[in-house]
C-alpha cells in the first residue's frame, strides 16, 4: 500500500509539473502576445512623412554639400574607401544616377558599376549608409539604425543630386532598394526609381504577413548581431553579420512603402524592379504585389525584370567582391536596363497627353 501510494504520489506530482510548465508556457505565450501586439499597434499607428524638399540647384553647391559630408566622414574610422563617393564630369550634365549599397556594405559595393555608368556621361553619387563601411567590422553600431535614418539618408541625396544632373535616377539593392521604393513612393522629383533586390523580408520563404510578425519580434528582443552564430563571409569591407535590430528598420521601411502603396499613387512615374530568382533572401512575390498595388494607384510606366533561376546569382550581384559572382554577366544587363531612356521619355510624353 505504501509502495502505491508512493507511486500515486510521484504521478500526481509529475503531473502537476507538467501543468505549472504547460500554464506557464501559456501565459508566456500570451504575455509575449500582448507585448507584440502592442508593439504591432504603436508600429501601425506611426506615420513616415516625407521631409521637406531642399533641391540643389548648381554643381558648386551640390560638391560643397558633398565635401561636408566627408569631411564628417573622415572623423569616423572608417574602412578606406568607405566613404561617400562621387564622380562627376566636373559640371551639370544631362542624366545623374544615386546608387546605394546594401546593409553591412559600404561606397565600394557601386564603385565599379558606378564608373561604368560614368564612362557614358552619367554624374554618379554613392553614399554611404549610416553606420555602415567601419573598419572595424564587428562593429555593432548597425543596431542604431533608424527608419528616420534611412528616409533622411535618401531624401538628402535626392536633394543634393538636383545640382550634378537635369534627370535623376534613384537605384538602389536590398536595403538601398527599399530606400529607392521610398524615394518612388514620396519624390515626385525623381525622374526614375530602380530598385534591385529590395529588401522587404529576411527569407525567401517568408510572405509578407509572416514577415511583418518577424519584424515586430526583432524590435521586441533584445538586438543580436547574427555573427555571433553565423558569419558571412563576403566583400572584405562588409560585416560578417547583421544587426537583428537593423533587419527590423530595414523592413519597417518597406513596410511604410507598402502600405501606402495600397492607396496612394507613387510619386516617381517611372519604375523598373530587378529581382533574382535564385535570391536565398528576398521574397520576389512581395516586390510584384507592391508593383500591382502601385499600377492600381496609377503608376504610369513600370518594367520588371528578373534573373532566372538557373543562373544560380548571389543576392548581392553587384559588388565584385562577393564569391560565385557574375558580373561579366551581369553588368551588361544592368547597364542596358538602367541605360534606356525610352521610359523617361515615354513618361513625359504621357503627362504631356
Known amino acids: 500500500m505504501q509502495h502505491r501510494n508512493s507511486l500515486i504520489y510521484k504521478r500526481t506530482t509529475r503531473d502537476a509539473e507538467s501543468i505549472t510548465k504547460i500554464t506557464l508556457g501559456a501565459a508566456a505565450l500570451i504575455a509575449a502576445g500582448t507585448i507584440t501586439a502592442k508593439v504591432a499597434r504603436s508600429m501601425l499607428s506611426s506615420k513616415l512623412e516625407a521631409p521637406p524638399m531642399h533641391q540643389v540647384a548648381e554643381h558648386d553647391t551640390a560638391m560643397e554639400k558633398i565635401a561636408h559630408i566627408q569631411a564628417f566622414e573622415k572623423t569616423l574610422k572608417l574602412y578606406e ?119 522587404f523580408t529576411i527569407d525567401r520563404r517568408l510572405g509578407a504577413t509572416v514577415s511583418r510578425l518577424v519584424m515586430y519580434l526583432l524590435y521586441l528582443l533584445p538586438n543580436i548581431m547574427t555573427q555571433s552564430f553565423r558569419r558571412t563571409h563576403g566583400s572584405r569591407f562588409g560585416y560578417p553579420g547583421f544587426a537583428s535590430r537593423s533587419l527590423a528598420t530595414m523592413m519597417r521601411l518597406g513596410f511604410f512603402v507598402y502600405d501606402a502603396a495600397l492607396k496612394t499613387k507613387p510619386a516617381v512615374q517611372s519604375v523598373l524592379t530587378i529581382t533574382n530568382a535564385a535570391d536565398p533572401s528576398m521574397n520576389n512575390a512581395i516586390i510584384r504585389n507592391l508593383i500591382n498595388r502601385w499600377r492600381k494607384n496609377g503608376l504610369k510606366y513600370c518594367e520588371q525584370y528578373e534573373f532566372e533561376a538557373s543562373h544560380n546569382l548571389p543576392h548581392d550581384i553587384i559588388g565584385v567582391q562577393q564569391p560565385k559572382q557574375h558580373v561579366a554577366f551581369v553588368y551588361p544587363i544592368l547597364l542596358a536596363l538602367i541605360t534606356r531612356r525610352q521610359s523617361i521619355e515615354d513618361t513625359k510624353q504621357e503627362n504631356k497627353d
Open 81 to 199: 574607401g568607405c566613404n561617400t563617393t562621387v564622380l562627376t564630369h566636373g559640371h551639370k550634365v544631362e542624366q545623374v544616377i544615386i546608387l546605394v549599397h546594401g546593409l553591412t556594405s559600404c561606397p565600394l559595393q557601386f564603385v565599379e558599376f558606378g564608373t561604368l555608368l560614368f564612362e557614358q556621361g552619367y554624374n554618379v553619387l554613392i553614399p554611404r549608409l549610416p553606420y555602415n563601411g567601419y573598419a572595424d567590422s564587428e562593429t555593432t553600431g548597425l543596431q542604431y539604425l533608424t527608419v528616420k535614418e534611412m528616409r533622411d539618408s535618401s531624401a538628402l541625396m535626392v536633394d543634393i543630386a538636383h545640382g550634378l544632373g537635369e534627370h535623376l535616377t534613384y537605384t538602389g539593392i536590398s536595403a538601398g532598394g527599399t530606400m529607392a521604393a521610398w524615394v518612388a513612393q514620396y519624390r515626385p522629383d525623381v525622374d526614375r526609381a530602380i530598385l534591385i533586390a529590395p529588401a
